[in-house]
């Protein structure tokens, strides 16, 4: 390990160690009382710095980010996800099992909600279906499905997959066009999916809005995306308050300090006229009330939500066990299913689950 690699490690450890000490002291029985209360007050004292640093820096990377968006145009977004984005199974060779596993149980999860709400001959949207896994995962059923993508390779490969497919019940139908825009008739599906799509939208309101229109009522949204109020990367010694402020973020949108709005990487400059400046696309981490709100508005009501993926995949603790191979990946289910039943922890996971019903018409008939 070079020296480089000993201060990136050593940094967390001593920030940590602060406050683990004057916990020891705290918790020793033979600390007389005045020393006690110097070392509650140094420690709450400790997390405040701490905590006032992270807050101010976790804003300004807001602010920059969301200047960024300033950028964006649609012809960059548009050969973006046509020409340069991969389909899920090209990913799955870039990112390896470990990364695999955590995809595959998003869709699991996505899977089983769309079963539980999907009539028997009922009809399903998978809006921004990508490579069809969630098709994948309901075959046996009797429905019809609607694979709709934006992107001209996902829903190619997506149809020609199917054409492939004979041992199954599911009827298929695979659409390409513009989420915004869906060229289906009012109240004509049954259920929703719309996993990991949102966060990419230039105004996902107008595909909110979209889904409310062609759902039946009592309908159904099945919703995933980043979730703001992820749990802090750092660790709760050191940054007890971050870890509140997420917990209560949830539900309080406006704690939150460290909110992403784009990918980190711009597009490829071969995709922007020469000159230009460098365009990042959207990949904003959303907010359970805020999109609760915004769902409210088209008239569907959030009767559940949640949160997966412990830990996060930008996390040191996601990097150690994916070097650890099947070791690993046996360790990160068991802390899935921890973190999951566990109150407090489980509305911090990394992505963010939500379902909602159409009980009634929008607030109005295009988005406010």
Not at 46 to 57: D, E, K, L, N, V
Not at 66 to 71: A, S, W
Not at 151 to 177: M, Q, V
Request: charged letters at 25%; a neutral charge; glycine letters at 6%.
């Amino acid at each position: 390990m070079n020296l480089r690699e000993q201060v990136k490690w050593l940094k967390p450890a001593v920030r940590a160690g602060i406050p683990a000490a004057f916990i020891a002291w705290l918790a020793w029985p033979r600390v007389p009382r005045g020393q006690r209360e110097a070392a509650a007050a140094l420690l709450v004292s400790y997390w405040t710095f701490i905590y006032a640093r992270y807050r101010i820096g976790g804003q300004m990377r807001t602010r920059e980010e969301r200047e960024l968006l300033r950028n964006v145009s649609w012809d960059a977004f548009w050969r973006h996800y046509n020409e340069c984005d991969p389909t899920v199974e090209e990913e799955f060779d870039l990112w390896g099992p470990y990364h695999q596993q955590r995809h595959e149980m998003r869709y699991d999860l996505v899977a089983a909600e769309v079963r539980r709400h999907l009539p028997s001959t009922g009809r399903v949207l998978d809006l921004g279906c990508g490579g069809a896994l969630v098709a994948d995962r309901i075959r046996d059923a009797d429905a019809t499905y609607i694979g709709f993508d934006f992107g001209g390779p996902h829903i190619e490969y997506a149809s020609k997959k199917y054409k492939d497919i004979t041992d199954r019940r599911l009827e298929t139908i695979f659409l390409r066009g513009d989420g915004q825009k869906l060229p289906l008739a009012d109240s004509s599906v049954d259920v929703v999916a719309f996993s990991e799509v949102i966060e990419h939208l230039l105004q996902p309101e107008l595909a909110v809005w979209e889904i409310a229109r062609v759902l039946k009522p009592n309908g159904v949204l099945i919703m995933t995306t980043n979730n703001a109020s992820e749990v802090p990367t750092r660790s709760p010694l050191s940054h007890l308050f971050a870890w509140i402020e997420k917990g209560l973020g949830a539900d309080h949108p406006r704690l939150i300090s460290w909110r992403p709005w784009v990918w980190p990487q711009p597009v490829d400059p071969a995709l922007v006229p020469e000159g230009s400046p460098e365009v990042h696309l959207p990949h904003t981490h959303h907010i359970q009330a805020e999109t609760r709100r915004m769902f409210a508005g088209a008239g569907l009501e959030t009767f559940q939500w949640s949160t997966f993926e412990f830990p996060p995949p930008q996390s040191v603790t996601a990097q150690l066990l994916d070097k650890r191979g099947p070791t690993g990946r046996r360790v990160v289910d068991l802390i899935e299913w921890v973190a999951q039943r566990t109150p407090g922890i489980r509305r911090l996971g990394a992505h963010l689950f939500m379902v909602a019903r159409k009980t009634r018409e929008p607030v109005s008939p295009t988005t406010p």
